[in-house]
């Protein structure tokens, strides 16, 4: 029971982590099936397979699959190779299934409009959960997004400084103005969030950008930006620009292995500042997701 506790302590923390167990047995090892190891993501571990030779390289391995996120099996014939002869061992093989604990992924949705509340919606019902915050009350309450973690309704920029998104989480910009849009966006590029979309136009997308690379950011943070954000599916209504924006969250938690069809123009490798973003005129043709929420 102590390993499941500590898994439910590491998700709860926001920490990946991954658990090895013995799925298979022939012959004598120094543990028994269906024992398990938990490697946390600093390194250190609870539970135990037998220890030995095999035991560090099912923490080499679980280090591996944090990463990439993906279960994998190990087989080892301790019968053959010399180097499990540890005097830990009596001769057996040994089948180890090694599977990824990765925190709940966290949703942070900057305002509380049309829009927000569809991606809330959609978000919640693919397993994300969901904090949501807006500056207007009426629109920011636990009655108008009953099942989130968390409703904030206060200034942004108060409410950014309680905020501490980690490597697990999202953050989807949907605000009803370009000043808010930019206040999040200034402080979001500037964490671990695994994922930064903002909705908007490309003139909206242009300006902020440009606005906040003036102020002295480095314009290679907004590399990582998804904006316009979701995949290209002709989204035009809120329930359909939430379903693009949930599709393309799914798409990178689940690594998706195939290119997806994306929205973003901006990802070519040009920054704001270069002359051919700069040269777009502010009243460039917007993309289907472009409207503003209110």
């Known amino acids: 029971m102590e390993i499941y506790e500590e898994i439910v302590k590491l998700q709860r923390a926001g920490h990946k982590g991954a658990v090895a167990t013995i799925v298979n047995v022939r012959g004598s090892i120094p543990s028994f099936k269906s024992a398990k190891m938990l490697v946390r993501d600093d390194g250190s571990i609870a539970g135990t397979i037998g220890g030995g030779c095999v035991e560090a390289e099912v923490w080499q391995a679980a280090r591996e699959v944090m990463a990439s996120e993906k279960p ?20 057996g093989t040994l089948e180890i299934f090694i599977e990824p604990v990765l925190p709940s992924p966290l949703l942070y949705i900057f305002g509380a409009g049309h829009v927000s509340l569809e991606l809330y919606k959609a978000a919640h019902n693919a397993g994300f ?3 949501v ?20 309704a206060e200034d942004f920029d108060q409410a950014l400084t309680r905020l501490s998104p980690s490597e697990s989480s ?7 103005g370009h000043r808010d849009d930019m206040r999040v966006l200034r402080w979001a590029v500037q964490t671990p969030a695994r994922y930064i979309g903002m909705i908007g136009s490309k003139r909206k997308v242009i300006t902020v950008f440009r606005e906040l690379t ?9 590399d990582r930006v998804h904006s316009p954000v979701g995949l ?8 359909e620009i939430a379903i693009a924006i ?25 920054h704001p500042t270069a002359p051919e973003e700069a040269a777009v005129p502010l009243a460039a043709e917007p993309c289907p997701n ?5």
Not at 170 to 176: E, H, P
Not at 246 to 270: D, K, Y
Request: glycine letters at 6%; aromatic letters at 8%; a negative charge.
């Open 72 to 91: 994998r099996t190990l087989t080892f014939d301790l019968n053959q190779d010399p180097k499990y002869d540890t005097g830990l061992v009596c001769g």
């Open 129 to 131: 959960e969901v904090i």
């Open 133 to 152: 915050a807006d500056d207007r009350e009426m629109y920011a309450n636990a009655e108008r997004f009953p099942a989130a973690r968390q409703v904030i």
């Open 170 to 176: 999202y953050i989807v910009i949907a605000t009803r």
């Open 214 to 222: 003036r102020e002295g950011l480095q314009p290679q943070l907004f």
């Open 232 to 239: 290209d599916i002709g989204a035009i209504t809120p329930e």
């Open 246 to 270: 949930v599709a393309e969250l799914i798409g990178l938690r689940r690594h998706a292995e195939r290119p997806l069809p994306h929205m973003s123009w901006f990802h070519n490798g040009h």
């Open 290 to 294: 472009s409207a503003d929420p209110v």
